[in-house]
Nanobody, 123 residues
Framework: QVQLVESGGGLVQAGGSLRLACAAS????????VGWFRQAPGKEREFVAA????????YYRDSVQGRFTISRDNAKNTAYLQMNSLKPEEAAVYYC????????????????WGQGTQVTVSS
């Protein structure tokens, strides 16, 4: 079992920035790839970004490329999502998730999920 706790959400004006954190406990964090997802009311959950177990490979949805940065600190069992130039349509509950892997790529499915943190972007 891996427990994940997101933090860092809140209210920000359009164009502003937030840094989300995902703290993990329970298993060896460095054995897991990490993903960030979001879900807005009435919409399906969507992929935002992912990072491999070493941090050497990162992936982003096209709409956040260049504005969001995913990172991780395995010594602190924590992953981060730096979000810059936020847009009102990006308001959502943001979730982190982890996927066990024995390679430095990100699996297509995730094993454990956090409870989410709310991000609100005012226009």
């Amino acid at each position: 079992q891996v427990q994940l706790v997101e933090s860092g959400g809140g209210l920000v004006q359009a164009g502003g920035s937030l840094r989300l954190a995902c703290a993990a406990s329970g298993r060896t964090f460095s054995s897991y790839a990490v993903g960030w997802f979001r879900q807005a009311p009435g919409k399906e959950r969507e992929f935002v970004a992912a990072i491999s177990r070493s941090g050497g490979n990162t992936y982003y949805r096209d709409s956040v490329q260049g504005r969001f940065t995913i990172s991780r600190d395995n010594a602190k069992n924590t992953a981060y999502l730096q979000m810059n130039s936020l847009k009102p349509e990006e308001a959502a509950v943001y979730y982190c998730a982890v996927a066990w892997t024995n390679s430095d790529y990100v699996p297509s499915s995730f094993d454990y999920w956090g409870q989410g943190t709310q991000v609100t972007v005012s226009s």
